[in-house]
């Protein structure tokens, strides 16, 4: 760790306390669904039967305070710092659902988180510091860049052609539908994540960022992009 600068170290702090919180919920979250399915429509099957449940809103509580935690690591630590790090609630889910729900991990399982915390190791090890903004209008500023409008808009149309077309065809037999758009979605979440945790930090400093519209509109992203997540997540949850 040594030269890693205090923001960053925050940064790493909160993130791996996010992946703790954020781990435990799927777990959490995944008993809610099954003791929901045992009672009404599953939420694969498109059923909403788990707002009743406590479990489901217990994992749901668990996982916004994880999701606050790296809300707030964004703030403080480059994105490249704290986006490998969420890999980390892998392991921890992992590990849970084999003492928890009678998962067995197996070797490719375990292979996998090795290779997680190798990778999420080397990456906190190698982190850049972060480039000094002062305000959410330069953010706005690379985020309006050509290269990264097409790829904005490209992925918005790839999780609409998935939504549409592949769901109810694929949804419920194959998996990797919901996790695409689950996985797309996040890429466009860690940007506006990003925004508005460097708004909220700049705010709290004394420069308030919440009087520009562009605040705002990240705001917006962050909100629709979550909702979207955790439904789809709820699907995958269930199917598993």
């Known amino acids: 760790m ?6 960053n170290f925050r940064g790493l702090i909160l993130a791996v306390s996010s992946s703790v919180f954020i781990g435990s919920s799927f777990i959490i979250k995944k008993q809610g669904l099954k003791k929901a399915g045992s009672s009404g429509p599953r ?13 489901w809103w217990a994992g749901m509580i668990t996982m916004i305070i994880g999701e606050i935690a790296n809300f707030a690591a964004y703030a403080y630590a480059p994105a490249i710092l704290v986006t490998p790090l969420g890999a980390l609630s892998i ?12 998962e067995r991990l197996h070797i490719f399982g375990m292979l996998g988180c090795a290779l997680c915390v190798v990778g999420s190791t080397t990456i906190v090890l190698h982190a850049p510091k972060e480039r000094h903004i002062e305000s959410v209008k ?20 790839v999780v609409a052609v998935i939504i549409f077309r592949y769901v109810p065809r694929y949804g419920q037999t194959h998996l990797v539908v919901y996790i695409g758009i689950c996985s797309l979605m996040g890429s466009l979440t860690v940007m506006g994540v990003k925004a508005v945790g460097i708004a909220l930090k700049l705010s709290f400093g004394g420069v308030n960022q919440f009087k520009y519209f562009e605040t705002w509109i990240f705001t917006i992203i962050v909100i629709f992009c979550c909702l979207l997540q955790i439904n789809y997540l709820n699907k995958v949850s269930d199917e598993t």
């Open 138 to 157: 330069q953010v706005w500023h690379l985020a309006s860049e050509p290269g990264f409008l097409v790829y904005f808009w490209v992925v918005l149309a």
């Open 43 to 55: 939420a694969g099957q498109g059923g909403h039967s788990y707002l009743y449940e406590p479990w």
């Open 2 to 7: 040594k030269g890693m600068s205090m923001d």
């Open 91 to 102: 392991i921890f889910s992992a590990v849970l659902a084999h003492f928890i729900l009678k």
